[in-house]
């Protein structure tokens, strides 16, 4: 990635050609047209992504959980207290989170990554805290999250994990988050790149009270009169706006897409990631699809921006990346149908 200049550096489209043919196949099968719905779409969708019709199954799927602390999180805008976050890192180390009874459900191999957690796990493996950026992010509604120079070292090191990934195997992956107070940046993020008010992005998170939500509102507005004049630049977003592990995560996607490996998002945080690694690389929402639709409007804002409509709607806020691993027994039954189910012109006397 070009974290010099950072020009905006343009992703490439799945084949059109290959696009055109899983069309093609999907208005052939012997069903109705459009009676397989999204589940038809997504099945096309991974066709032209993978760049094969039909697409081959989905055996490899890996989740990363970008993990870090935020200033915030001493202000009143969540409902838990900071110690939370390493307490949820140990615990998708030892198998037991939410996302971690879906993953095993579905065959997903989660990953935590301790990005800049405001605690000392030395004692876990060093493949989960050997990259750590920081301790904690800024409180953004007083000062940068960061310096430009971490930002642009979160950006690297989240593409390196998607590479190293897909050095290895990884035929689909999936972001998700951990951190307590982590959707006040995240909507601020989604704020400063959309350019809306604090009003529309400010969400209930982890369920704060309607004081809560105000407090929350104020340091979003806050933080963002505080970057006003730096947000045409998506990297200077993330240094004043967002975290150390935020940028990971933008990094992440922006690698997979210009690998040309598709990715399944969550929520909030996954998306606003997904609008700031749109800005840094336009065209790279081609290889995404939308998990689910979270509580947060922050979300809804950027999963419109994108255009992207999710595949579930279920009423999840849980992060973790819980809600792209919900999704995938869609992914897998999209190419389920575009596999396995005849062509009408095939069961049709001619
Ligand atoms: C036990 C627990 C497990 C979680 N797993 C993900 N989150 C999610 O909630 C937090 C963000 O919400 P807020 O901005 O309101 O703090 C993050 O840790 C996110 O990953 C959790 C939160 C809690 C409390
Ligand atoms: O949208 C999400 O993923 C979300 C919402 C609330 C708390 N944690 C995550």
Redesign the pocket.
């Known amino acids: 990635m070009d974290h010099d200049t950072h020009q905006p550096r343009r992703i490439a489209p799945p084949s059109p050609a290959i696009a055109a043919l899983a069309q093609e196949r999907l208005a052939g099968l012997a069903t109705p047209p459009g009676a397989l719905g999204r589940v038809g779409e997504v099945g096309a969708w991974l066709s032209a992504v993978q760049g094969e019709v039909p697409p081959h199954p989905l055996t490899d799927v890996r989740l990363v959980v970008f993990a870090g602390d935020h200033g915030v999180?001493a202000h009143g805008?969540?409902?838990?207290p900071a110690a939370?976050?390493e307490a949820?890192v140990r615990t998708i180390v030892a198998g037991r989170?939410?996302v971690s009874a879906l993953a095993k459900e579905h065959g997903v191999t989660v990953t935590v990554l301790d990005v800049a957690v405001d605690a000392d796990l030395a004692d876990l493996p060093a493949a989960i805290t050997a990259h750590k950026v920081r301790r904690g992010s800024g409180a953004i509604h007083l000062t940068d999250a960061m310096t430009r120079e971490e930002a642009d070292r979160s950006l690297a090191l989240g593409a390196q994990v998607a590479r190293e990934l897909v050095e290895d195997g990884a035929q689909l992956l999936m972001t998700g988050?951990?951190?307590?107070?982590?959707?006040?940046p995240a909507a601020a993020l989604v704020a400063a790149v959309l350019g809306l008010p604090a009003d529309e992005v400010t969400g209930r998170?982890?369920g704060?009270d309607d004081d809560g939500w105000t407090r929350k509102r104020d340091v979003i507005a806050q933080a963002l009169t505080r970057a006003e004049g730096r947000t045409a630049d998506p990297v200077e977003v993330l240094t004043a706006l967002g975290s150390a592990d935020l940028a990971a995560a933008t990094g992440f996607l922006v690698e997979a897409a210009s690998l040309g490996v598709p990715v399944v998002l969550d929520g909030l945080m996954s998306l606003a990631c997904a609008v700031v690694a749109e800005a840094l690389a336009p065209g790279a929402s081609a290889w995404w699809v939308a998990g689910h639709r979270s509580t947060e409007p922050a979300q809804a804002h950027a999963l419109k921006s994108l255009g992207l409509e999710p595949l579930l709607d279920v009423g999840m806020r849980?992060?973790?990346g819980s809600g792209a691993v919900a999704a995938l027994p869609v992914l897998r039954s999209g190419i389920a149908v575009l596999r396995d189910v005849a062509l009408l012109s095939e069961i049709l006397p001619s």
């Open positions: 999180a805008v969540s409902a838990y939370v976050t949820m989170a939410g988050d951990l951190g307590i107070g982590n959707t006040t998170g982890t704060i849980l992060g973790e």
